[in-house]
C-alpha cells in the first residue's frame, strides 16, 4: 500500500484544514487507518485512528473534540478534518496503514510522506 498525505498549508489559530491521504492499491479497507504528528524538535506522535469500517475512532486527547478522522473506502482515501486549530498543532502529519489501532507508528505496516501545517498565532 502506498500512501499520499496532503491539504496542508498555513491557517489562522481557530481556523480549519481538512488533510486527505489517499491509498493504492485494492486492500485498502482491510487495514486500520491512523494519522501520527511530527512537530519540530518533538517525537511522532499519534493523533488519530479509524477502523476498517469507520465504525470505530480513537483520539489523543490533545485533538479530542476538535479534530475528526473519517475515511472512504470506495475512494481509498481516510481524512482528518482538524478544526479549532492551536499553534501547538504545527507539524508534519503523516498517515498510516496497520492492523490495529495503535497509537505507534512503528506498529504500522505502511506509513506516507507527511504534509506540514503551521498554524499562526
Known amino acids: 500500500v502506498q500512501l499520499q498525505a496532503s491539504g496542508g498549508g498555513l491557517v489562522q489559530a481557530g481556523g480549519s484544514l481538512r488533510l486527505s491521504c489517499a491509498a493504492s492499491?485494492?486492500?485498502?479497507?482491510?487495514?486500520?487507518m491512523g494519522w501520527f504528528r511530527q512537530a519540530p524538535g518533538k517525537e511522532r506522535e499519534f493523533v488519530a485512528a479509524?477502523?476498517?469500517?469507520?465504525?470505530?475512532?480513537w483520539y489523543a486527547d490533545s485533538v479530542k473534540g476538535r479534530f475528526t478522522i473519517s475515511r472512504s473506502n470506495a475512494k481509498d482515501t481516510v481524512y482528518v478534518q482538524m478544526n479549532s486549530l492551536k499553534p501547538e498543532d504545527t507539524a508534519v502529519y503523516y498517515c498510516?496503514?496497520?492492523?490495529?489501532?495503535?497509537?505507534?507508528?512503528?506498529?504500522?505496516?505502511?506509513r506516507g510522506r507527511g504534509t506540514e501545517v503551521t498554524v499562526s498565532s
Open positions: 479509524i477502523s476498517q469500517s469507520g465504525g470505530s475512532t
Open positions: 498510516a496503514a496497520g492492523r490495529s489501532p495503535s497509537q505507534r507508528i512503528d506498529d504500522y505496516d505502511y
Open positions: 492499491g485494492r486492500t485498502f479497507s482491510t487495514y486500520f
